[in-house]
């Protein structure tokens, strides 16, 4: 934990403020977070650090005497904490306090929405790709429904007339369906808390969306899922993950091949990856393809920010994303998440 | 309409012509049928291309197919690839593409491809029988 050449930091404060820290500072690479302390042990990012695996303490003397502390960032809020850090700690520890870190909060609570609106935008901005793919889905029941609906008009046989509705009753709750998922979808991520993903679930959502990306029908889709894969994640985040990676996949492919999707657990973290048979990418462009704003599609189909966004996301929860790619061969990318553990 | 050569086929009544329909999709094709036997033809249903040659070569329809009206979504092949397909079993059939794709580059191409219409779903009746008898006109004219 005391690598020399990285700031060691404790928090005070598990509240708001302390969640929002620990999200930027287990981010940083610069940075090692040695622990974090609340009086109340109910307080949120409490369980949040649990989760990262950082030390927490109700404790708060225990973790402002340590001579080992660079920084001390107080977001508590409270002066008698004020006193009690400047009485016990270590003479070389700084201290990041009062007003502050009151700045330092709201410019993280400022970057954290930022960085959610990308999210969002990109992802409706993207929706643009599937805009054929649904409209298609939809037309087909809606001529169903259409055509039924005037024939029962001058249709006068009973039976034929409660077929007909019958059809028509399908149809509608095929156009219902569609528009759930949809809007599921666009929801944004940041109604939603981080909670247990039930990863198979998750990935059979994205797949009803990806699919909108091609007008083809010649997909494969092979699926190899470990019974119970969960991660931690936001599942709006983790969704638009998997859309973002699916999307990708079928356009390599132009809409034809085959998209492995696959999901197991090892040693505590939820392996995820998915595979297609496109054109792979070539070695020069593989070191770009997480930089914001770069890409290889026209503008209609990509703003260059999906895998970027990607990447951040796996990041935000401690994961790691890999790709493997051969030109003309085909792309893996491989998602590892920490599992959710039994203990919690 | 002209004099058909299918009078009195399949239902001794008399026919205005043999239209093939192909969508994966039972009640699309349910749809059409209706429409269509309306109007007095005889329509022949198949779930995909492969399925269309198996029906229509059953008997003697493969001589009196007079239509195709086609998905351009099925198996293993899309968009053009449908029409060659089509094209290569019966050279002088026309086709209409009927898609729930309103894709506005697609049906450009489909029609400098030659086929005789590009029908969005959800198509009206009377459009889609208005199309179907317009294909039928230009059939006579080019002597098919």
């Not at chain 1, 610069?30 to 949120?44: F, K, N, R, Y």
């Not at chain 1, 409209?135 to 009973?158: G, K, Q, V």
């Not at chain 2, 043999?18 to 022949?44: C, H, I, N, Q, S």
């Amino acid at each position: 934990m005391n690598n020399p050449d990285r700031t060691t930091v404790v928090i005070l404060g598990a509240g708001k403020g302390g969640t929002a820290l620990l999200e930027l500072l287990t981010h940083l690479p610069g940075v090692a977070v040695a622990g974090i302390a609340d009086q109340d042990a109910s307080a949120p990012a409490l369980s949040y650090a649990r989760q990262l695996e950082i030390p927490i303490t109700q404790d708060l003397l225990s973790l402002i005497r340590r001579p080992d502390i660079h920084l001390i960032v107080n977001v508590t809020g409270d002066p008698n904490i004020d006193g009690l850090v400047a009485t016990h700690k270590h003479s070389e520890t700084e201290v990041l306090g009062g007003a502050a870190s009151k700045v330092l909060w709201d410019l993280v609570q400022h970057v954290s929405k930022i960085q959610s609106q990308l999210f969002q935008t990109e992802k409706l901005a993207g929706m643009g790709t599937f805009a054929s793919g649904i409209a298609h889905d939809i037309n087909n029941p809606l001529y169903i429904l259409l055509a039924f609906s005037e024939n029962i008009l001058e249709e006068t046989d009973i039976p034929v007339i409660h077929e007909r509705a019958r059809s028509i009753i399908e149809a509608g709750k095929r156009i219902q369906g569609i528009c759930q998922n949809i809007t599921r979808y666009a929801r944004a991520a940041k109604d939603v808390d981080t909670t247990p993903v039930n990863v198979n679930a998750k990935l059979d959502e994205a797949l009803k969306i990806a699919r909108y990306a091609t007008i083809l029908q010649d997909l494969s889709i092979v699926r190899s899922f470990d019974e119970k894969v969960e991660v931690l994640a936001n599942p709006n985040e983790l969704f638009q993950v998997f859309v973002n990676l699916m999307t990708n996949a079928i356009h390599a492919m132009d809409g034809r091949g085959t998209l492995t999707l696959s999901s197991c657990c090892e040693n505590g973290i939820g392996k995820i990856s998915i595979a297609d048979t496109g054109c792979g990418i070539s070695t020069e462009n593989l070191e770009k393809i997480f930089d914001p704003f770069f890409t290889t599609k026209s503008p209609e189909k990509g703003t260059g920010l999906g895998l970027h966004n990607v990447r951040e996301i796996i990041k935000k929860y401690r994961g790691n994303l890999t790709v493997e790619s051969q030109v003309g061969e085909g792309t893996t990318f491989i998602i590892e998440l920490p599992k959710v553990s039994n203990s919690m | 309409m002209s004099e058909s050569k299918t009078a009195g086929m399949f239902s001794g009544r008399k026919s205005e012509g043999l239209v093939l329909v192909v969508d994966d999709e039972p009640d699309v094709r349910k749809v059409v049928r209706m429409t269509l036997e309306k109007a007095g033809y005889d329509v022949v249903e198949a779930e995909d291309g492969e399925k269309a040659i198996e029906e229509i070569k059953k008997g003697e329809n493969s001589l009196l197919l007079n239509l195709i009206i086609t998905d351009i979504r099925m198996p293993n092949m899309n968009g053009i690839d449908v029409l060659n397909y089509y094209r290569k079993e019966w050279p002088s059939v026309p086709l209409i593409v009927l898609t729930g794709f309103p894709d506005l580059d697609m049906a450009t191409s489909m029609l400098q491809h030659g086929i005789s219409d590009y029908l969005v779903k959800p198509v009206e009746a009377e459009k889609l029988r208005a199309s179907v008898a317009k294909a039928f006109e230009q059939r006579e004219v080019r002597g098919f």
